[in-house]
Structures are given as structure tokens and as C-alpha cells.
């Protein structure tokens, strides 16, 4: 489960998240919807204790993470796998030395088990051609896809938590990567994705939440989401049924 | 910035150089990382300095020609050449030459790794970001300076000798004597300490800006170029205090 107590954050000077209370459980798919700068990356940054909030206090599996050291974090961080914006792919490594990272740091595996775990990997989504390549050589959608490959390579999380994980992706990769996270998540293990595609988030989650200004203004399933009135969701709604020119 | 994130930032600094400098002696060593550091701040930077060396040492030496000629001193070229290239040019040229290609390159590409949350994966992952890319970037600088100062020093010496025998028609073993003379160690050793603090201050302060970019790419143009234009300034800055401080040490008199 994870808590967040009346958490404050700031930039800087600028308020990002202002008094924000929810709880979610390890098992629940949910999307956290948003503009640009509303502060959802914030909030998942805060979740692995990249961040440290300036007020309240957060708790993963029961554990109060707020005051906890950098190196006391790492067993909290292995309960997460994370696809940062644009897959946050390591660019001075090719495909499978990006992949084999989280291997080499976690593992005792020999240099042909982890070869072989990468390629098995990257064959789960289509990619194992390109493992020479590197980060900059690959499309947009074989980034992400390589990059959650990665998170998962070395540990089994309890949760996934992906950063506009379709967006700038063409429909067909889009697709794709809503597949793979529907497929990933099949064995009951939940998500939290932050996204402001409202159709991608209605298609993969269950639960919604959406930021304003730091401020959580809705919390609820899919059909409270579509006959929500607040002016902000109406105005997401609409990417669903954009008016014709 | 007031005073207080001044100080704020001047703290971080001094805890993110504590902190690279610590990780020499402490595990894990990220060899591959260090080796990687070491041939782009040192080969990639052999030539540049190759060039500048040899133009600096050759302007220095017509300077003096021209200079000294007139007054008859003309045999001093050579160990006015060597004291001032070995003590305090070459060094303080290789270093500003080393901050502008190398210290830029390390504040871009920690910057851009920034903004593309590689540092925050690298944490996620449970490497210290300090060990796995400041620590090989300190040590890469804290060995390639000195060698590639001591590289310049030869070049700009070679320099001062081509115009000193051929443009000023000095004897060539009057020159090699005169550079002869003036290799001793307290005039080796005082430009050899410069680079080691040197190097150490580029990385540290490259380092930390691009760590610190914040703002997309305007942040990332402005944390290159404080990157250089500090480590500059602090070069500076520092070769008078060194130079202050090896005076008295080594005894030279004023």
C-alpha cells in the first residue's frame, strides 16, 4: 500500500503538491491524469523516494519513507519497476547493456546467463533484433518497450509506475505499449500511470485521479470520471470525442 | 541569488567534491567508467593542447626575441621561456584548455542525463550517482592534466626553441643549456602540483553544475557555460594562491 499524508512539495519557491492525502494499493491499476507541470511526475518521484517531500509524510508497505537515507531506500525501490518519460534509457550503453544493468548490479548471473536473459526479454516484446543498437537508433515505441524490459530485468516488483508511457507515440505503438502493460499486469500486479491521454488511461486503468495544481480534485472509477462536471476533466473528456472541424 | 542559496549551493558543492573524492578509496570502482573518462579527457584533448602549446611556446619565444634583442640579453630567452612554461603557462593553459573542452563536455552530458531522468534511474537502481559518474570523471581528470601539462610544457619548450635558433638566430645549445638550468625541482615540482588542483577543481565544479541543470535546454546551456566560465575564474583565482603558497614553501625569493 502506499500513503501519502497531507504531502507538500515544492520547487524552488513554486508549490508543486499542496497537502495531498490518498492511499492506493499495490494491486490496483490506476491513472493519474493531469496538464504539463501539474506535478504528476512529482508524485511518482516521491513514491521511490527520488524526491523528498517538504511537509507530511509518505508510507510504502508500511514504511515511512519521508526521513529514510539513500541507501535505506533501495529495498523500498526494488517493490517498483519505473518507465520514466521517454524510457530515460542510458545513452552511452547499447540495448542490451541497458537492459543487462539492473542484472549486473543485482545479480551474480555470468556473463552468457545474463546474454541470455536480455535476449529472452527483448524477444517478449519484439525487440531482440536490436540489441546491438544504440538508444539513439531506436524508434520512440521500441524505446519504452526496451525500457520496461529494463525495469524488470533484475527484480520482481509489486508494482509498475509508468510516466506518459504512450506519450509521443504514433496510435500503433501506443497500442503496443497499452498491450504490454495490460500483459504485465495480468498476474494481479497493479500500476499507477501519469498521462494526460485520456484515452489510454480509460483503456488501462480502473481508478482515476486527476491533479490540478498540485491538488488532487477527483478520485474515482471510470464511470464517475465520464459524468464528473469538473470543467478541467470535461475538457480531457473531449480527446474522446474531439469536435469536427 | 541571496545569500542563502548561496550558501546552500556552496555546501552542496563541497559535499558532491567531498563525496567524488571519497569514492577513490571507497568501493565499487567503476573501471570501465574511469577508463572511458581518462581517453576522452585525455586523447580526445591531446591534440588541442598539441596545438596550442606549440603556437604558445613560439609567440612567447618571438615576444622575448624581439624584447630582449634590443637590450642584449638574448641568451635568456630560453630560461625565461622555460620558467614561464613550466611554472605557470603551461599549466594554467593546459588547465583553461582542459576546462573548456572537457569540463563543458562533462556539465552537458551529466545535464542532459539529467533532464532525461538517467540520474533518477541510476538511484532507482541503486547506484550512487556520485560514484558511477562523478568519482571516474575526478579521477579521469586528476591523471590526464597533469600528463597532458607536462605534454604542453614539452611542445611550447620545442616551440620557443624553433624561433629562439631559427627566426632569432640564438645558439641551440645556449637555449637547451638555459631550459637545462632551470629544471629543477623546485620549478618542476611548482608546475606540477598545479594541474593535480586543477584538474580536481574542473571536475568538481563541471560536475556539479550539470548535476544541478535544471530547466530544459536553456538550463542546460546555462549550466554548461557557469560550468566553464566558474572553472576559469577558479583557475585563476587558484594558480595566484598556489603560486603564493609554493613561493614560500619552496622558497623563492621575491
Sequence with gaps: MIVFDRVSFFYGTQQVLKDTRFSIRFNERVAILGGSGDGKTTLLKLILGLLRPDSGRIIIDGEDITDKKEDELREIRMKFSIVFQEGALF???????????????????????????????????????????????????????????????????????????????????????????????????????????????????????????????????????????????RIFLRELNPPLA | ???????????????????????????????????????????????????????????????????????????????????????????????????????????????????????????????????????????????????LTIIGDTVSILGGYYIAVFVSHQSGAVYWSSIRGVLNFENVLSGFIKPFIFGYLIACISCYMGLSTKGGAIGLRRSTTSAVVVSFIMIIVADFILTRILFYVLGFSL
Excluded: W
Design chain 2, 1 to 147: 541569488m541571496g545569500t542563502k542559496e548561496l550558501i546552500s549551493e556552496l555546501q552542496d558543492f563541497y559535499l558532491l567534491s567531498f563525496r567524488g573524492f571519497l569514492g577513490l578509496v571507497r568501493r565499487p570502482y567503476y573501471s570501465k567508467d574511469i577508463i572511458e573518462q581518462m581517453d576522452y579527457a585525455g586523447a580526445g584533448s591531446f591534440f588541442i593542447i598539441l596545438l596550442v602549446s606549440l603556437f604558445l611556446g613560439m609567440a612567447l619565444s618571438l615576444q622575448l626575441s624581439a624584447e630582449l634583442s634590443g637590450l642584449g640579453f638574448k641568451m635568456y630567452i630560453g630560461r625565461i621561456v622555460g620558467v614561464s612554461i613550466i611554472r605557470e603557462i603551461g599549466p594554467v593553459m593546459a588547465a583553461l584548455v582542459f576546462a573548456g573542452r572537457v569540463g563543458s563536455g562533462m556539465a552537458s552530458e551529466l545535464g542532459s542525463m539529467i533532464l532525461g531522468h538517467q540520474v533518477d534511474t541510476l538511484r532507482v537502481f541503486g547506484v550512487d550517482p556520485v560514484k558511477k559518474l562523478v568519482t571516474p570523471r575526478i579521477l579521469g581528470s586528476l591523471i590526464m592534466l597533469p600528463a
Design chain 1, 91 to 233: 545513452d552511452s550503453l547499447n540495448v542490451k547493456e541497458n537492459v543487462a544493468f539492473g542484472l549486473r548490479e543485482y545479480t551474480k548471473m555470468t556473463e552468457e546467463e545474463i546474454g541470455q536473459k536480455v535476449r529472452e526479454l527483448l524477444g517478449k516484446v519484439g525487440v531482440e533484433h536490436a540489441m546491438e543498437l544504440m538508444p539513439e537508433e531506436l524508434s520512440g515505441g521500441m524505446h519504452r518497450r526496451v525500457a520496461i524490459m529494463r525495469s524488470l530485468a533484475a527484480f520482481e516488483p509489486k508494482m509498475f509506475l509508468y510516466d506518459e508511457a504512450t506519450t509521443g507515440l504514433d496510435p500503433v505503438n501506443a497500442d503496443i505499449i497499452c498491450r504490454l502493460i495490460l500483459d504485465l499486469s495480468k498476474d494481479g500486479k497493479g500500476f499507477i500511470i501519469v498521462t494526460h491521454k485520456v484515452f489510454d488511461a480509460l483503456r488501462l486503468a480502473d481508478r482515476f485521479m486527476f491533479l490540478k495544481s498540485g491538488s488532487i480534485i477527483f478520485d474515482g472509477n471510470k464511470d464517475q470520471l465520464m459524468q464528473s462536471s469538473i470543467s478541467e476533466i
